[in-house]
């Protein structure tokens, strides 16, 4: 125990020596300089232009949404898994509010939108080692545009990101992989799948494949984040196999209050997630903030309805899976469509999703615990699809819109966007977690896992029984 | 001495702790369970999977009573807990060997009350 | 079932479609034009003058603290209730979220803030219909002043506004009314009760009675949400009856802590409500802020002081209790008082409620399950009368404050302004609530009221007993 | 109990009138007249620069997070108490709420802010009682600067920290104190340890002592609110003695997932504590907000791998206890560290604190029963020493950084702030104890702390168990 | 007739209640417990403190069944429950002099099922 | 065999507990219960509205024991529960016709322990 303590302490002193040695001055100047004038950006020539207050300010809010997530997310996975697993969801979402950070931190901001590697593969993880020359008081470029807050809140905004996707995909192997397992996954998977395609769709100059220049439209992480999460978990479901005692022996949602809480968490920081993308208080962010709420309404309200009328009883889980659902279908369009747009949006999303979870999950038989794939990944992908057909003029591809305006080419390039992500985050995660089984096992013994994961995995049971 | 089980409705159990009350039977324990019975639950259904449902909330008390108390005891429960409606509950009796009072060691009929 | 889904995907397009065919070019031109001086403004000869960033940024986020009120309000309710009827309770507050929202988009707004229509009682339903002509770039004239923030942004602060009305109600019928009417309940009482009251106050030129021209104050809403709903809320109470065992047989709140959730999230939603009825970052939003705070706190304390003195113990209940009751008070005075002032009202916000929920109700017998109209319409009359009270000077018919400014002339116009809101809110909710009766019944049976709404109208149970 | 409403009721009108006698016009002008050319400001005979609206939408909205952290400390909290104290925990933080506002809006912004009366010792009461004096459009000096927002937004920023201070200590007597003498020390402590220390460090013109012209370092509040009341729960914890049953008898966390949801509320609330510590939505801001979630992340990662080394397991409240810790630590450092120094801070923040709550409290046997002193304490000691470490250089005296950076003059300066909040926050922390003890006697009877105090101080229990 | 009371593993619960039904013993009550068995519990941790943590979640089943069903009772109940391993649980027999349907009144056997 | 049920104040649980581990009784179940005794509950207040609030949080703890072990179980629990004051419950005694251990299928004495 000491031992590590000593080396902990010590690794901390040069740590913190080294990031003194290759820290650049400060990039904010002391009180009284002006800022900006004297100190030299570190990694371009140019001048960058000063960043926005107001833009900053709504920034400043919305990452702090986004991180609201995490948690908003824990609950709504949480309230959904048996009594004896409630502890192990919430803590896999507070190991990626952890562990992603700290490896975000270090070199995968710098993965997604560092310059070009590998042929617009990856992006060059040495550029902003450990945050090394992103400024709190300047701006910086991103693919090729500059931002108008400083890059430090731009790098934080994108680690909430890159913390809420591998978090979305735990709801697929919920209750039935361990916790090194997870641990080990997670941190593969955001280096290989999430900086990647992150590089691709943002960071990089052209992207890989070109993505970039195409004129795909993703406002807000749709494929990013949605889609690339829901392959992945779909991947993991038939990696993994089903748990015990799948489908019949089942009890139900231990707490549904708590996914209602989560929803309501989920629904309040997508507001930072969607209109934070457009990186500021303008008007891209009002747009993405009222589509939005409408897309998200729309589609709660509709799922109400359609189980009103198959089964005569319109569940709470079933307004808060459709909404969910809409907000994820919303998202890369947010910034592109309107209210009739979202309207459909939502609509759709509610009705593909619904499809997948209470029809097509129970024929195909697979064991998506908490639905995944059915709503994140089908409504990723519908999402994705959309805003190539609702798109309003004076965005996509020489601002000519979607379908609706007559710009096909705009659904075809939306197809590519999505085939690749589809593609690269179903073989990469495949292999990864064939990795990690070889390495520590994926699965829990049968007897840990009918016990529980937070007793055998953590140690600990969520509510007292007796006391 | 009897040890007297009863399974009722949720919403009768006020009316059947007044009804002991006045039935002199001041002592008593209670406990949610779970029940299956005539009474057909309502089938649970989440993201469409329908649940069987089968089993429905209810409340359990338990009293011990001294034998002349037994017949007060079941008429006490049956008159708060009846509404005629299946679901209602069933009343168990189950004889008792011993009773001890824990605080002052007493044991038997006059631990009981 | 199929049917179904066809019919919903074929009207999607058309929607999408006709969205389309209406709407003018996006107001928001792409990258490069600079904002506002091509585009002509759709529903007015005038240039909107550009909206303010600093503005925007606020309100973005005091829109998403105004919806995250619903969610808080869901657990203060649901807290409250008994287990078996916890989750219709949240279903309730989602059902409002979702179909609010939807009607809203189509013709809710344009009631409430279109032109004056039937002689200024209400807006024109088809000047914003599905929120065409409303911008996501330009600022828009709202009787007769300009936003400062773009139009859509302003629809979507004053949508959150419109599902919180309803969902305030529900709490006096809880545990008692069925979904289904419920559902028509809410949706009729948007169109007839809240849209025509909100066009009145701060939609219509001059408002029908003259409301606006007269200068009644209403700064967030005190008459509009509070008093309308609560006196909504009595009516129902009225028409409704009791619930079966009431006030013998009804168990205590089953979730405590849910509820103190609930009133820490309305708390934090509430700085959104009143400072964001500012409607920008200013001078008013600051001081709506710190006087929603300061009444808030005191109302909270001073309900454990009065519970103290009368019962020997405040209780948690009480002191969350009291600080909404402070909230509610502080809605209409917020922008026009000082600290003195808050202190005053948020004193007796709690003295009059505490008043009717502990004395009066259980003389009068009625059963208000959750104190609706002993929180929200008393504590509402009082936060509008003591609006008239207590604005200083530079507020209020020429500035000349309220009655402690020598004033009295501002008192009388609360009064008035309230008389024709509680009369048209009573008579309206009262013929409303008859036609569902017709319509579908408003009780549930006898048998599902005993087991409860939650398995009875939406198949669930909130938490698993046995697993 | 009709006397006492009356009393309220005449001495709301007395309070209302001399509000209304007191206070000076109105800042703001009517609309229509500029602002701040007619009125002279109050307090001061420079004219004060107007205020910035960017900074005052990320005021506003930082302020409002930071009111949301009391509730999420009552989560965190409450979810592990036992079943029966859960209210007691929820209660005693709404009353912090309530009760310190009341005595902030009175006095207490003005004993902290007010200008130096007793040698520094404190402010000067009168000034800003009731708030006057401070403008809700008029921006405030404090400590010899110029805030960039009004007055009045600024008090309501402080207010909230003046909140959460003794919120904080409560988890050290959690489970037995009774609630009347809570109320009573609280308030007296407030007065007497948190508003003096408040003006020294941030509140007057040179600071009792000289802690202002020393040049320690304390962005957000380290010294003042965390090491203060960490030290104040160890005083605590050793006046008033074990919990019946201490250590073997009792029970685990009641509820794991409320504290979980508390730490998320926390997180997400701290952005607005340390961000909103720089005043601003600047480089200030930025830096805060970047270097608060890395080294929460950080802390709360590295106690996870802790545990898995020494236990096997790594615990969910394991991984939200070092992120609270590493909250705490980063607060004092959040405005001078850059990204490596918050990584080395987090690491240092779960180390300290772990070493204290896992082995050291059980060693010295002291009932501090929720861990305040071990991980607010200590972090909050670590955090203040930290900056005086990792400070960038442009921060700390003559801008020439910390330790790390040569300047080891900045260590001794942070030792001094530390050594006179701790021996001034222990000594009247203890009188103050004793005196209360006094007056209503500290702990409940021991029937009443057996049956719990949320029935016997508060008359009311948590969940029902059978209904 | 007899009170049989048995403690099973909670994810056994379902297949006991299906056992049970087979063998037309429809009427149950079943609540979540506490029990200390042969079954170590997993030591629960607190912020590096140990709890024994000897209690583990169990389920209870009550059923009071006439004197011909007991043996088919107890072996649905076996069937249903046996894992094999350590922490299978008990069944316990007890006899019970009376039982009362509340809402007919009737009484004795007939009131059983 | 006997079938023993006690009713105890909840934080005297971890006592009986450690006293029946003494007294080599292992095996037992717990649950948390309602229960209305001489112990006066405190009345809990709503919005002003008293309660009844007649009912108090208790365990209950359930141990099937061989006649040998009747005695020392009824001490152990005695001992761990009594603190003296009104509401330290009650020790109910049954008798128990049979006990199957259901991962074996042994019954009788030899299935208790
Ligand atoms: N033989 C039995 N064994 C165990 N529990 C029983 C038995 N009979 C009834 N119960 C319990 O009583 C409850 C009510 O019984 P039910 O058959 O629904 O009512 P009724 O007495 O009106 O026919 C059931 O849910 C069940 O929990
Ligand atoms: N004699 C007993 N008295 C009360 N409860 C018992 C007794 N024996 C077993 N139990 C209950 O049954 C559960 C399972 O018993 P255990 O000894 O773990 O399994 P097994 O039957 O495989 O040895 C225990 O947790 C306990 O609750
Ligand atoms: N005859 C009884 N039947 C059922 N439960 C009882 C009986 N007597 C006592 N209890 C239970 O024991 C608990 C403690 O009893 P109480 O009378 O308060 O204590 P004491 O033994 O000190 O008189 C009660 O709350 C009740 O749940």
Redesign the interface.
């Known amino acids: 125990?000491f031992r590590?303590?000593i080396v902990?302490?010590v690794s901390?002193?040069l740590?913190?020596?080294?990031?003194?040695a290759?820290?650049d001055?400060?990039?904010?100047?002391?009180a009284g300089t002006a800022?900006g004038d004297s100190t030299t950006p570190p990694a371009s020539a140019e001048v960058p232009p000063p960043f926005?207050?107001?833009?900053?300010?709504?920034m400043?809010?919305a990452?702090?949404?986004v991180?609201?997530m995490?948690?908003?997310l824990?609950?709504f996975y949480?309230g959904l898994v048996?009594?004896?697993n409630?502890?192990s969801v919430?803590?896999q979402c507070?190991?990626c509010?952890?562990?992603?950070?700290?490896i975000w931190?270090f070199f995968g901001f710098s993965l997604a939108f560092g310059g070009d590697t590998a042929g617009g593969f990856i992006g060059d993880p040495g550029q902003y080692f450990?945050?090394?020359g992103v400024g709190?008081?300047t701006t910086m470029k991103v693919a090729g545009t500059w931002t108008t807050?400083?890059g430090?809140?731009f790098?934080?905004f994108q680690?909430m990101f890159a913390i809420i996707t591998p978090a979305l995909i735990l709801g697929a192997f919920a209750e039935r992989m361990k916790?090194s397992a997870f641990t080990l996954f997670i941190a593969f998977w955001l280096i290989v799948v999430y900086c990647p395609v992150a590089h691709w769709v943002w960071g990089g100059a052209e992207g890989f494949f070109g993505l970039g220049k195409d004129g795909a439209l993703d406002f807000a992480g749709g494929t990013v984040i949605h889609v690339n999460a829901g392959v992945a978990a779909l991947v993991a479901v038939l990696v993994m196999g089903k748990r015990?005692?799948y489908?019949?022996?089942i009890?139900?949602?231990?707490?549904?209050?708590?996914a209602?809480?989560g929803?309501?968490?989920l629904?309040?920081g997508w507001?930072?997630f969607n209109?934070g993308s457009a990186g500021?208080?303008?008007?891209?962010?009002?747009?993405a903030?009222?589509v939005t709420?409408?897309a998200?309404?729309?589609a709660?309200?509709?799922w109400?309805l359609?189980?009103w009328?198959?089964?005569g009883?319109?569940?709470?889980?079933?307004?808060?899976?459709?909404?969910v659902a809409g907000l994820v279908a919303i998202t890369p369009a947010s910034g592109y469509v309107?209210?009739?747009?979202a309207?459909?949006i939502g609509?759709?999303a509610c009705?593909f999703s619904?499809?997948f979870?209470?029809?097509l999950k129970?024929k195909f038989g697979y064991d998506d615990s908490l639905?995944v794939f059915g709503v994140h990944g089908i409504a990723g992908l519908w999402g994705a699809i959309a805003t190539g057909?609702?798109a309003?003029?004076?965005?996509g591809i020489d601002?000519k819109g979607g379908l609706?305006?007559g710009n096909i080419a705009q659904l075809g390039v939306q197809f590519k966007a999505l085939l690749y992500t589809v593609v690269w985050s179903a073989f990469a995660s495949f292999v990864l977690l064939k990795f990690v089984d070889m390495l520590v096992g994926l699965r829990p013994t049968e007897?840990d896992e009918?016990?529980g994961l937070d007793?055998?995995?953590?140690?600990?049971?969520?509510?007292?029984?007796?006391? | 001495m009897k040890y007297v089980i009863a399974v009722i409705q949720p919403d009768r159990l006020n009316d059947v702790l007044d009804e002991l009350e006045k039935a002199e039977v001041h002592l008593v324990t209670a406990v949610q369970i779970m029940g299956r019975g005539r009474q057909k639950g309502i089938a649970e259904v989440y993201r469409g999977h329908k649940e069987a449902g089968s089993l429905l909330r209810k409340v359990k008390i338990e009293v011990a009573v001294n034998d002349s108390f037994l017949q007060p005891t079941i008429d006490a429960i049956t008159k708060g807990a009846r509404t005629g409606h299946i679901g209602d509950g069933k009343i168990f009796v189950l004889d008792m060997e011993q009773c001890i009072r824990i605080r002052t060691g007493e044991t038997g009929s006059v631990a009981i009350g």
């Open positions: 125990m590590w303590l902990a302490c901390m002193l740590l913190g020596g080294s990031a003194r290759e820290s001055p400060p990039t904010g100047a002391p800022v926005d207050k107001a833009d900053t300010a709504w400043l809010m990452s702090a949404l991180l609201f995490t948690p908003g824990a609950f949480g048996r009594r004896k409630v502890l919430l803590m507070f190991m509010m952890g562990l992603v950070t700290v931190v450990l945050l090394n709190f008081g807050v400083p430090q809140l790098a934080a680690c916790f015990q005692g489908p019949t022996r009890s139900p949602p231990h707490n549904l209050p708590f209602v809480l929803a309501g968490m629904w309040f507001f930072g209109a500021g208080a303008g008007e891209g962010a009002v747009r903030f009222a709420h409408i998200a309404a729309t709660g309200f509709a109400s359609i189980e009328m198959r089964n009883r319109p569940t709470v889980l079933g307004i808060i899976t459709g909404a309107d209210a009739g747009g309207l459909c609509l759709g009705i619904f499809i979870v209470a029809v129970e639905d057909i609702f309003v003029e004076g965005f601002g609706l305006t007897h009918r016990v007793l055998t995995d953590h140690a600990e049971t969520a509510y007292t029984l007796v006391e």
